[in-house]
């Protein structure tokens, strides 16, 4: 056991028991799997991912690439040990690189929606001067700190702040905060996006004896943002600097300091800075030995020097760590004498040790800075060009500078939102002064197969040499050569390392080379957190018809048509859909069937140039549509492609109701909306949607004039009195008020009754009662699709993709030749006048049998079957008709109407599917039976 | 998430809109005097150039509203 016997920020009151790959593993709260690893001597985590070499813990922060564990009963793919808070019963498995996908449980995810005057992202001494001073302004700020605590790196050392120990300042500014009522704090949230003006999304996590866990997504639209970020310690690349054992420098100090764990007995320290001095003199103090110091600079600052000294270090200057050897862990550390071009020269040190404290310099996080990124010599990293950054995520290091910049930039920030407030003056500081000049050390001569850049992609300075030899000289095409920094890390410890070594290669400064973008989330998200509770049955809203019950009793199956649920067949005991769709569809031709057809979208045009207005959008003709009548009408797009179709009636002169397909109402009304506000604002129109104030009966079949006698007695339903495309308002027999037009959609005759949609229930009860006696059949949209098909009637976004004009339908009649519409011009354009575009037509399968699959590929019988294959079209509905009794289906085919006779073949699965070419409309092609019978 | 300034609501988040392509891009008043390639050039082409882009937006799930704004393409940024 290396846990120090006093210190660290853990409850050494209880003890926690949780076990790893199996083997028990205790520790405390507070700690977390790392530590609580490194405590219990366990260096070594899984192998790495590719070249399965001994890894350990290289890291104390959520950028750790070696340490990478599943959680057994948390569905969170591969999530750092460095992340992970310890809790009893925990179980892990090591990962090498792979995490395994989990569905996930209950919706243990929600989501919560904020603006905020201020959001400052990180909680170390800059970040809690930013949101004491902002938060002293009235202004509603939000602090977002991922660890479970506020601090940073002032819980890791011995700096005192106002004449207290900082993590004393930390608490009393802690307690500042939740006592505003403006402000908040978030803690074990991680700020994964800073987007367009200011949108952040923060994951928030629950502690880890939360049972069971939960995790909340804020959405924050902040009006300012100060990022207090932090900064990233980066390894130097040097062979076998993956060795379990070689740590952090920084890293070393947290787990000493903040877990009171002590990493290894014998430590060799390397650096190119100050920061890892006080890593040495704290191992020091903690009672492990540190046979050598080596810094890269020549000449450190004389106090560090001096302080080593005192503690019995030895300093080796203008050195460097160059390699490491042991049988899996390290035993030994090379060290050597650097050239003024970081070359080692010079006979080799092999210190024992068996812990390698590395420090290469300290990277700003800056992944979620909007700034352009600058390179700073000072600190050898790029840092943010702009205010919005502060302390170490601006490359200040010094404590006095944090506070300072953090108070600042709160004040600033605040004022900016329209909250004025002087900055705090800074309190007095006891901490080692800002640190001196680092000096740039990426790569060490060597075996470059063994020098890691990015350890969870294995990626190493071959690697990167490899690609600058293919010819790559762009950082973004170098990560994408050798996926360096594309781990689940987003290359916390690799990419700043992975310029360098590649400006190194180039012999070239890594300013000159820029950065690779980070992109959100810049820290992985399950598709579970970004769903919230917005899933299954909640995933989206769900729209029923006020029948809905109704069809659910009568064995209803059903589709989804956008938000919609339609009955799509109703099933009888002992049927499939095949047979209960043949049997729906025999009704409606050869007695009566009913559908709802409420989905269907209604909007009102209603204002002097309503009719001028639908001749505009319409293709054909609808100013002098006669009140009382009903007209089918076709839309196109500007470019003449078919947009939608629908059945509109004139109310009355300035007052149409339009319908439209039911997946498209809330398009077409966009559209109406758009040509009313954009193109023809002098045109009085007044567009409104009610598909929902109305429920619509269709009752289909040659007896359904019977039944609407029945079920409107007083309504004139013979044929010469009451027309197709007619519409009468009545009241039915159960005093319901409905209107009644008379039109079809399967080419028999049929009616559709519209009433207030409260009484569509009573009003399809009564439809229902009425022709019981004539075994008045329920049909779905299956069966509804097929009776169109078979009189050649298109579905829009069916038999229609976008690229069909109206006359490549067939529907020339539709078109009108004497007004102009939206499109109209498009339909002059060479390509949509050319004879052989694709045309609807029929298909009769040769084997009566056979269905042919919606969106098979058509060939000619002959035509090659090595690609490319020259494809003819494609067939875009097939069902099997009762009325025909053989199966059918409409194609869209190349120059097909001039093809009508001919064979063609669908390939499907080895196996060719031939067809005959046919007239889209297989039933009634005379319109006989549209009128129905007389009554009898 | 841009935060798009309606003229009618104000500021209101992305979602809450349909994207309207380039502003003052009118509809041809006689689209039949234009020749195939005018007309083409109506229906496909627009303009894609980095920086300030005059488009339009429509307030879909709020006031329905059309309007025009001023973006940066490059930054996101909304002219006033």
Known sequence: ?936 | MLLIPCPWCGNRDEVEFRYGGQAQVPYPVDPTSLDDAAWADYLFVRDNHCGSYAERWVHADGCRRWFDVVRDTATNEFAP
């Open chain 1, 1 to 936: 056991m290396t846990r120090l016997p006093s210190g660290g920020r853990i409850d050494r009151g209880r003890t926690v028991e949780c076990e790893v790959d199996g083997v028990p593993l205790r520790g405390h709260p507070g700690d977390t799997l790392a530590s609580a690893l490194l405590a219990a001597g366990r260096l070594e985590v899984a192998p790495s991912v590719y070249l399965g070499r001994p890894r350990g813990v290289l890291t104390a922060d959520p950028g750790e690439p070696n340490a990478l564990v599943q959680v057994l009963d948390d569905p969170e793919p591969m999530v750092p040990a460095t992340e992970v808070e310890l809790r009893d019963g925990l179980a892990a498995l090591s990962l090498s690189g792979v995490g395994r996908a989990d569905p996930g449980g209950a919706a243990r995810c929600e989501k919560r929606y904020r603006h905020a005057d201020v959001v400052v992202i990180g909680a170390g001494p800059a970040g809690i001067a930013a949101a004491l001073a902002a938060g002293r302004s009235g202004a509603r700020v939000y602090l977002v700190e991922r660890h479970r605590e506020l601090g940073g790196a002032l819980l890791d050392g011995d700096e005192r702040i106002d004449g207290v120990p900082g993590a004393k300042w930390v608490a009393r500014a802690a307690c500042e905060l939740a006592a505003r009522p403006e402000t908040r704090v978030l803690t074990r949230a991680t700020v994964t996006g800073h987007y367009d003006h200011g949108y952040l999304l923060v994951a928030e996590h629950s502690a880890p004896e939360q049972r069971p866990p939960w995790q909340r997504l804020w959405h924050l639209r902040a009006r300012r943002v100060v990022l207090a970020t932090g900064a990233r310690e980066r390894p130097v690349a040097f062979p076998g600097n993956d060795r379990p054992g070689v740590l952090l420098a920084g890293a070393v100090r947290r787990y000493l300091r903040r877990f009171a764990v002590l990493p290894g007995e014998r430590a060799v320290v390397g650096t190119t800075g100050d920061s890892a001095y006080a890593t040495a003199l704290d191992l020091v103090a903690a009672g492990a030995s540190v046979p050598l110091l080596v810094d890269a600079r020549p000449e450190p600052p004389a106090a560090l020097l001096a302080r080593a000294r005192d503690a019995g270090v030895p300093v080796r200057t203008g050195a460097a760590v160059i390699g490491t050897s042991g049988e899996r862990w390290v035993s030994a550390a090379r060290v050597s004498a650097l050239d003024d071009r970081g070359r080692p020269v010079g006979p080799v040190d092999v210190p024992e040790c068996d812990l390698v404290a590395v420090g290469g310099g300290w990277n700003p996080a800056v992944e979620l800075s909007r700034d352009p990124l600058v390179w700073d010599a000072e600190i050898a990293a790029f840092a943010p060009d702009g205010d919005a950054a502060v302390g170490a995520a601006r490359g200040s290091f010094g404590l006095r500078d944090c506070l300072a910049q953090g108070f600042a930039a709160g004040a600033a920030a605040a004022a900016a939102t329209g909250f004025p407030v002087v900055a705090p003056p800074i309190p007095p500081v006891d901490a080692d002064p800002a640190p001196a000049r680092v000096r740039p050390l990426w790569m060490i001569q060597g075996d470059e197969e063994s020098s890691f850049v990015d350890l969870q992609r294995d990626v190493t300075v071959a690697d990167v040499r490899r690609a600058v030899d293919a010819g790559l000289r762009s950082p973004e095409h170098v990560k994408r050569y050798t996926t360096l920094g594309t781990g689940s890390d987003q290359g916390a410890t690799s990419n700043v390392l992975g310029l360098g070594v590649l400006a190194t290669l180039l012999g070239i400064e890594p300013g000159d080379l820029g950065t690779t973008a980070s992109r959100p989330p810049v820290r992985p998200m399950r598709f579970e957190l970004l769903a919230g509770r917005d899933r299954g049955a909640l995933h989206d809203p769900v729209r029923t018809t006020p029948m809905h019950d109704w069809h659910v009793r009568a064995g209803a199956v059903f589709e989804d048509v956008g938000q919609w649920k339609r009955a799509r067949h109703y099933l009888r005991p002992g049927e499939d859909m095949a047979a209960a769709v043949l049997r729906e569809c025999t009704a409606a031709r050869t007695g009566v069937a009913m559908m709802d057809a409420t989905t269907l979208g209604k909007i009102d045009v209603i204002g002097p140039d309503a009719g001028e207005f639908l001749n505009r959008v319409y293709t054909n003709g609808f100013a002098k549509l006669t009140v009382g009548k009903a007209r089918y009408g076709m839309m196109c797009t500007a470019d003449g492609m078919v947009f939608d179709d629908g059945v509109t009636m004139r109310l009355a002169p300035e007052h149409y109701l339009m319908s439209t397909t039911t997946g498209n109402a809330a398009a077409v009304l966009d559209r109406l909306e758009e040509w009313l506000q954009t193109e023809w604002p002098q045109l009085s129109v007044h567009c409104t949607s009610v598909t929902e104030q109305w429920a619509t009966i269709a009752v289909a079949g040659p007896d359904s004039r019977t039944v609407l006698a029945r079920v409107a007695p007083e309504l004139d339903v013979s044929a010469a009195g009451f027309g197709f495309m007619e519409f009468r308002d009545a009241v039915l027999r159960n005093g319901i008020p409905a209107r009644i037009s008379r039109i079809s959609f399967s080419g028999e005759l049929a009616f559709e009754i519209n009433v207030a949609s409260w009484y569509g229930q009573a009003a399809w009860d009564a439809v229902f009662a009425d022709g019981a006696d004539l075994g008045i059949t329920p049909y779905g949209t299956e069966a509804m699709h097929v009776l169109r098909a078979e009189k050649g009637f298109v579905i829009v976004g069916q038999d229609t993709d976008g690229t069909v004009t109206p006359l490549d339908l067939g529907m020339d009649w539709v078109v009108s030749k004497r007004k102009s519409f939206i499109g109209d011009r498009s339909f002059a354009r060479p390509d949509t006048a050319r004879s052989d575009r694709k045309q609807l037509v029929g298909l009769l399968p040769v084997d009566r049998d056979a269905l042919l699959p919606e969106g098979a590929q058509l060939v000619e019988p002959d035509a090659t079957r090595t690609p490319p294959v020259p494809m003819l079209g494609h067939v875009t509905s097939s069902y099997r008709s009762a009325a025909l009794g053989r199966t059918f289906a409409l194609a869209l085919v190349r120059d097909g109407r001039r093809r009508v006779g001919e064979v063609l073949h669908a390939p499907i699965g080895g196996a060719d599917l031939a067809a005959e070419v046919t007239d889209p409309v297989f039933y009634d092609p005379e319109g006989a039976r549209r009128d129905g019978h007389q009554p009898r």
